[in-house]
């Protein structure tokens, strides 16, 4: 069976039901946070950000959860029924044009690991995935609401895929769904396995320079899609 694809969405439909499945994917791994987190999907106009709305838990949100705010809105962040952080996601968009796709959640082990002073050793192939290491913001250990904080976020981010919020959550971008929730996933496994792996002895991470050479066919362009079509397939099959 084929399920729809997380490539950019070619209609606006479509990119409702990607922030869809996006929200109930990360919500079964480790990201659910009472009606908190969401996930957005630039439209194909590429000036409408489509957001998960607030008041929804993500493991229950529908197409009807889903909002669409204009870019070019300076009050779009206070669009009734968003979230009071949407601004990192519409800051995040202006900011890269590159990206695709934006999630901000608050998983435990990401948390934990932004609220020290080491950051993200390369102890796994999920390492891999950021073989640079990821980035912390600090200007705030409180929420995201206004422009000016949600810039500092898009800035403490840059041209990376996540940025740790210390004291806080995450935040990651992805040139479409498929790579941002690919990223969400793979950055909470990394700090787990970090936890985990300091619990029983000493890390030995693997050498920089060896994951810069790593990551590429580790993470090669078709198998985000790939495990978007199984993320698909799990939600459709454990109804
Ligand atoms: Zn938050």
């Known amino acids: 069976m084929t399920y729809p694809t997380g490539r950019p969405p070619a209609t606006e439909a479509d990119a409702v039901r990607q922030v869809v499945i996006a929200c ?10 009472l009606t908190l987190g969401h996930a957005s999907v ?6 409408t950000v489509y957001v998960k709305r607030k008041g929804k838990s993500l493991r229950d949100v529908d197409p009807g959860d889903v909002i669409g705010i204009p870019l070019d809105d300076p009050h779009g962040h206070l669009t009734p029924g968003a979230h009071l952080e949407t601004t990192m996601h519409l800051e995040t ?4 044009p590159d990206v695709g796709a934006v999630i901000h ?11 020290t002073a080491g950051g993200l050793e390369l102890l796994s192939h999920d390492g891999l995935l950021f073989p640079d290491g990821v980035a912390v913001f600090d200007g705030t250990a409180g929420l995201v609401t206004t422009p000016r904080d949600g810039q500092a976020v898009a800035r403490a ?3 990376g895929r996540a940025v740790l919020l210390r004291n806080h959550g995450i935040l990651v971008a992805g040139e479409d769904i498929s790579w941002a929730v690919l990223t969400a996933l793979t950055l909470e496994r990394a700090a787990r396995i970090q936890f985990i792996a300091r619990t029983l002895g000493d890390p030995v991470p693997i050498p920089r320079e060896v994951a810069r050479e790593l990551s590429a066919s580790k993470y090669q362009q078709e ?7 199984d993320w698909c397939h799990m939600l459709d099959t454990s109804r």
């Not at 198998?223 to 079509?229: D, I, K, R, S, T």
């Open 105 to 115: 959640t608050h998983p435990e082990y990401s948390i934990a690991l932004g609220a």
């Open 24 to 33: 109930r994917t990360i919500a079964r791994f480790g990201h659910e946070d």
């Open 42 to 47: 630039r439209g194909p106009d590429g000036r």
């Open 93 to 96: 968009y202006l900011a890269r």
């Open 223 to 229: 198998f985000a899609e790939e495990y978007w079509q």
């Open 157 to 159: 981010l840059g041209a």
